[in-house]
């Protein structure tokens, strides 16, 4: 086990690189499933949900080969069974994709339910089943499974309305709609950077998908994808996260490979806090030295204020002036972090879906505990900000979305480090209780 050590109260200073999408990676190396022959994708995060896909693909028959740290050669066309392995899938939650990906190839699939952050409520998938039955499945969950069937042998097209702009489930029919016959199409869609990455694949590789990017999809069925390169887009929240960094810790950031326009709902919130942020093509100087103003947030779908970052800058705003309120607006819940924040001296009142925040001249370092991983990344960056040393247990969650999250904070003045600590069962001094 690993936990994190930060002597916080130091701003940031320097240049940081950004890694390839998480979430358009753990949809983009499912879907290259569909694909006959090698695709060559670039740009890959160095992160273990990553690995843990790849090592299930692998389990399947995949073959993948490492070309260098960010490009991986991934070929199914190997696979047989359309079926994944159970233990390793119920460990990540977009091992979902396998269901959307193996019932386009093989009109069946056999997966477990999904697993990945808890944010304290039942994560479902009963948008990602709607449209699979549409399109002529028939779907079972039970004992922890999810079986899909084609009594037909294959899907075809339908019309699919989501109830819900589910990035999951637009991302899932879209997979499972590249091989079916006619037309599908599909309405309130999630409208991310990483679904229009999707589609860009997805297209680069044969497919013909429209409309992604807006709130309506259009697959019209292909016969087959074959082999080709494709370069993964840049973390939206990986990008997000050191400008939280640094707004909460001031200083000045050089953030690269980024999108701008993929930070402008985070970007505009940054600045109404006082944050300075001066954009080029594909770079963002980001640089805080005033006092912090207080606002509000409310998360939202793309393109409002992501729900996945809305842990880092509710720690940023404990330490504003003035009482800011959060409105979480895509989960149920999602404040667990809100404990460990308080444990720091933050002054946060949480009721249902909404935060109040009555901001504090200084955070304290104390003993705190990841428990998913923008959880994990929002106690990093209260651990910056604060007075005296932070520890953090639990990092394996943050090291799931994170790339050398600790190197490149360092590198930028943090006094971060990660160290090896014996796992709590073979602790001495660790009690059992019941
Ligand atoms: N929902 C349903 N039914 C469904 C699917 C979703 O009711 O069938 C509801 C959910 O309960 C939630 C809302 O719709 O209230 C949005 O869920 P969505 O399906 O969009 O989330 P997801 O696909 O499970 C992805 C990201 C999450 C991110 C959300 C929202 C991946 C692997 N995960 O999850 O990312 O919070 O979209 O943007 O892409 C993270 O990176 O930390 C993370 C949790």
Request: net charge negative; proline share 4%; hydrophobic share 45%.
């Amino acid at each position: 086990m690993t936990k994190y050590i930060i002597k916080g109260g130091r701003p940031l200073q320097g240049e940081v690189e950004i890694s390839g999408a998480k979430n358009a990676a753990v949809a983009i190396i499912p879907a290259a499933m569909l694909v006959d022959g090698a695709c060559r994708i670039e740009n890959i995060p160095q992160i273990s949900d990553v690995t843990m896909l790849l090592n299930i693909l692998k389990r399947m028959g995949a073959k993948v080969k490492t070309v260098d740290r960010h490009t991986m050669d991934i070929d199914c066309s190997g696979v047989r069974r359309a079926r994944a392995d159970f233990d390793m899938m119920t460990r990540i939650r977009a091992s979902y994709y396998l269901i959307g990906a193996l019932l386009g190839r093989f009109g069946q699939a056999v997966v477990a339910m999904p697993g990945g952050c808890n944010f304290g409520s039942v994560r479902p998938i009963d948008q990602h089943v709607k449209g699979f039955i549409a399109m002529g499945a028939e779907v079972e969950v039970k004992n922890g499974l999810v079986v899909a069937t084609t009594p037909e042998g294959h899907l075809h097209g339908a019309d699919i309305y989501l109830d819900v702009a589910s990035v999951g489930a637009t991302i899932n029919i879209m997979l499972a709609a590249t091989f079916a016959s006619g037309i599908t199409r599909i309405e309130n869609v999630a409208r991310e950077p990483h679904i229009v990455d999707v589609a860009n694949f997805l297209n680069a590789m044969g497919a013909d998908i429209r409309g992604a990017g807006t709130n309506v999809i259009k697959v019209r069925g292909v016969e087959r994808l074959s082999g080709g390169t494709y370069a993964l887009i840049p973390d939206q929240i990986e990008a997000g996260t050191y400008m939280a960094a640094v707004a909460g810790a001031g200083g000045s950031l050089l953030i690269k490979n980024v999108i701008p326009k993929h930070m402008d709902c985070i970007t505009g919130k940054l600045e109404e806090m006082g944050v300075r942020v001066e954009e080029g093509e594909d770079q963002m100087l980001v640089s805080r030295s005033g006092p912090l103003r207080r606002i509000n947030v409310k998360t939202l779908p793309y393109p409002g204020f992501p729900t996945d970052m809305q842990p880092q800058i509710a720690t940023v705003l404990c330490l504003a002036h003035g009482t800011s309120v959060i409105t979480e607006g895509v989960w149920d819940t999602r404040y667990k972090y809100v404990n460990e924040l308080l444990k720091m001296g933050a002054n946060i009142t949480v009721d249902g879906r909404r935060a109040i925040i009555e901001g504090v001249e200084r955070l304290t370092g104390a003993p705190l505990k990841a428990c998913d991983l923008r959880a994990g990344a929002a106690m990093v960056i209260a651990g910056l900000c604060a007075q005296g040393v932070t520890e953090i247990e639990g990092v394996d969650y943050i090291e799931r979305g994170y790339e050398d999250l600790v190197e490149k904070l360092r590198k930028v003045g943090a006094d971060i480090e990660s160290v090896d600590i014996p796992d709590p069962e073979e602790r001495p001094e660790a009690v059992k209780i019941g």
